[in-house]
């Protein structure tokens, strides 16, 4: 088996190559370089060093993923075949070097691959700019923003801005974490003599430099005028909150506490969703967030968990209970998938039959909620009326067993039935898939309008309501269930 060497060709200065490298690449039996648009390349050719490229490779893959793959396996092939080969990249080789990774993962342990650094266009960079690294920075391939995130707290480099196509991307990306008139450095050639070229300009503007090329990055310094918060910012906001100079209020809450507030900001959520303000569903999401964080930072200073716990949590538990997305388990409807979920939660906790899934349902629910959640789960393993028909008639067959006992003195009879009567009727918003405690909570409503109906009418003919019989309040009522003061009141 051959040998391969991994050489850095540096920012673009031959200056800046180190002896070593240098006498590595004069006495190279095979010299590939990754490509041959660089500011060495040409000091190399004068000095007579024979070398191959694997520019036509760019020119013939289709993406960047593929050219590197390609790469890659051309030096692997090579070493295969018993030769020693020396790969030569621009910068240093583990500094964005998407080829060499993948060599360093192909190779095994017949083929020895050693690595020789240089000065890499990190260094250049942050000299150009003479900006201090302690602080923090980020490198990010600009062909894999998809996967690598900016950080706005601390400065980006962004590498491989190739050409102002690329640029455009970046830009629509970046501008989904600064502002649009962040100050950004665009600067070429880092570092090379009378090659080297920089320019701050407003992040808006970066897809108009006509200069950018394939020595081409993008220094972002730290924002000071952040465009969105993040949980980092939440969660430290909850711990000064909570912390010694905090709020009294705050600092006493406990999880027994903050449980009305629970329920009561998912409420407003609903309300929000129900109104279509999409103002109102940012707000009262944010305070549902912050019950969140709220119980995390308890957990936190209690040392039984934190918000990390909760998310990594929270994720693992996704990924298992979709194991119709992630795993072999096939799902093509959403019955499908449900019935999924509901196989994977079973094994993850345990459970060894379907009534202990309806047992783990939450006590605390609204008894439609979870009555609509029983049949629910109940019907996922058949238990279920073929059609809404016969879920209608047992709403018929309770309302007549209700009838039978509801002038009687047998209370606990009476409760019965009326139980049965309105399960019965959750069946069949279910079929019909209505939520029952949304349907209900918008009957309520239209109630309570109607009725403010009744008595403004009433108190404009100079009545009150309590002295009126109940012929006149209904008779009024009557007159509400035509009057168009509800968008949504047909009936």
């Not at 200065?13 to 010299?31: G, P, R």
């Not at 929270?314 to 194991?323: D, E, I, M, T």
């Not at 629910?365 to 629910?376: C, D, F, G, H, T």
């Not at 018929?396 to 003195?409: A, D, G, I, Q, R």
Request: hydrophobic content about 40%.
């Amino acid at each position: 088996m051959g040998k391969i060497i991994i050489v850095g060709l540096g920012p673009g200065d031959y200056q800046s190559l180190t002896t070593k490298v240098e006498d590595i690449l004069k006495n190279a039996e095979n010299l590939i370089l990754r490509t041959v648009k660089h500011p060495v390349v040409e000091k190399l050719q004068d000095m007579g060093i024979r070398f191959e490229s694997c520019d036509d490779i760019y020119d013939s893959a289709e993406s960047f993923e593929e050219v590197y793959e390609k790469i890659s396996q051309r030096i692997i092939d090579k070493a295969l075949e018993g030769k020693n080969v020396v790969y030569a990249v621009p910068g240093h080789p583990l500094a964005a070097e998407k080829s060499v990774e993948l060599i360093l993962s192909k190779a095994n342990e017949n083929i020895e691959v050693k690595i020789e650094g240089a000065m890499s266009f990190i260094d250049a960079i942050t000299a150009s700019l003479k900006i201090d690294i302690s602080s923090g920075l980020k490198i990010i391939d600009a062909l894999s923003m998809d996967r690598q995130r900016p950080d706005p707290d601390c400065g980006n480099i962004i590498t491989q801005v190739y050409n102002r196509f690329i640029a455009s991307e970046v830009k629509l990306i970046l501008m989904d974490y600064y502002n649009d008139d962040q100050k950004i450095c665009i600067i070429r050639a880092a570092g090379v003599e009378n090659q080297e070229k920089m320019e701050w300009i407003p992040l808006y503007q970066l897809d108009t430099i006509e200069w950018v090329d394939y020595l081409t990055s993008i220094y972002i310094p730290p924002a000071e005028n952040k465009k969105f918060k993040t949980m980092d910012d939440l969660v430290e906001l909850m711990e000064t909150l909570r912390g010694e100079k905090g709020c009294p209020w705050d600092k006493k809450q406990t999880h027994e506490t903050l449980k009305p507030y629970l329920l009561e900001e998912c409420y407003e959520v609903i309300d929000a969703i129900e109104n279509g303000d999409i103002d109102e569903m940012i707000e009262e999401l944010g305070d549902l967030l912050l019950q969140v964080v709220f119980h995390c930072q308890i957990g936190k200073e209690s040392g039984y968990f934190n918000i990390n716990d909760v998310i990594t949590f929270l994720v693992h538990k996704l990924v298992s209970r979709h194991p119709h997305v992630f795993g072999d388990i096939k799902a093509d409807d959403e019955s499908g998938a449900l019935k999924s979920w509901e196989a994977s939660k079973k094994d993850e906790k345990k459970m060894e039959t379907h009534t202990e899934i309806l047992r783990a349902i939450p006590k605390a629910m609204s008894a439609l909620i979870r009555s609509y959640k029983v049949q629910e789960k109940a019907a996922l393993v058949g238990f279920d009326w073929p059609d809404v028909e016969g879920a209608m008639a047992k709403v018929e067959e309770e309302f007549l067993e209700l009838k039978e006992v509801y002038k009687t003195s047998n209370n606990g009879k009476i409760e019965e039935e009326i139980g049965d009567l309105i399960f019965a009727v959750v069946n069949v918003a279910r079929f019909l898939n209505v939520q029952p405690e949304l349907a209900l909570s918008k009957t309520i409503e239209k109630f309570i309008d109607r009725f403010n109906y009744i008595e403004e009418m009433a108190l404009k003919d100079g009545n009150e309501l309590e002295n009126m019989t109940l012929e006149e309040m209904d008779s009024l009522w009557n007159r509400a269930k035509t009057h168009n003061f509800n968008k949504n009141d047909e009936n």
